[in-house]
């Protein structure tokens, strides 16, 4: 049986030093590094040619910052993974990126082991969030969003479906979905599955976006 292909990452990194570092050790963990940029827009360029399975984000960037070179490459290319490297969790740019598509994070200085995981996270489509960060995420659109508006095919949703979208908006992760509403958590996967589909979303954090906004938390 054949080895299953190399994970490919573009890094997106304005520091060339640490940039290469970490070319070296993701090379070293099996990955496939099949490019590096030192600007945002450099970044999105390439990311939209090489279509990589996950892009390792910086957030300072020059010519374009991370959470908008973020936007950028999730509205052209969806099926491209962002990962985003951060100094602080509790930055404006991080949530910014996180509203914007990317699928989780890590504070820069991580030990190598971390950033391995998380790469593998999500390119497996995963997300790689905390629950504080994903607190700060909702209270920021429950701030800044207009009340009565309701996204597309949150009127689609069963009950049983607004349930786990209220406990995923809670950030509760599928045990804890399924000890809740005591059901399997294979029961919990179809769900969240479904909760995605119908609101045409590709992530927890965006289905709880808009749980927000039409008034379900």
């Known amino acids: 049986m054949s080895a299953a292909p190399a994970i490919r990452v573009l890094l997106v990194e304005d520091h060339e030093l640490y940039r290469q570092g970490l070319d070296e050790m993701l090379r070293g963990e099996g990955f496939a590094v099949v490019g590096q940029a030192g600007r945002g827009d450099d970044g999105v360029a390439l990311a939209l040619r090489a279509r990589p399975d996950v892009v390792v984000m910086d957030l300072n960037l020059p010519g374009l910052p991370g959470a908008e070179a973020t936007r950028r490459i999730v509205a052209e290319a969806p099926e491209v993974r962002v990962l985003v490297l951060t100094i602080s969790t509790g ?111 590709e992530n927890r954090i965006q289905a709880a976006v808009a749980a927000v906004r039409d008034g379900l938390v």
Request: net charge neutral.
């Open 91 to 201: 930055s404006v740019e991080l949530l910014d990126a996180l509203l914007a598509g990317a699928r989780g994070y890590l504070v820069k200085g991580a030990p190598l082991a971390d950033l391995a995981r998380g790469v593998r996270a999500v390119a497996a489509g995963e997300l790689l969030l905390g629950r504080t960060v994903a607190d700060e995420v909702l209270d920021r659109v429950r701030r800044g969003s207009p009340g009565g508006a309701r996204p597309p095919g949150i009127g689609d949703l069963s009950e049983r479906e607004r349930d786990v979208l209220r406990l995923m908006a809670a950030g509760r992760d599928n045990t804890e979905i399924a000890g809740e509403l005591q059901v399997g958590l294979t029961t919990v996967k179809h769900h969240v599955s479904n909760v995605l589909d119908k609101l045409g979303v």
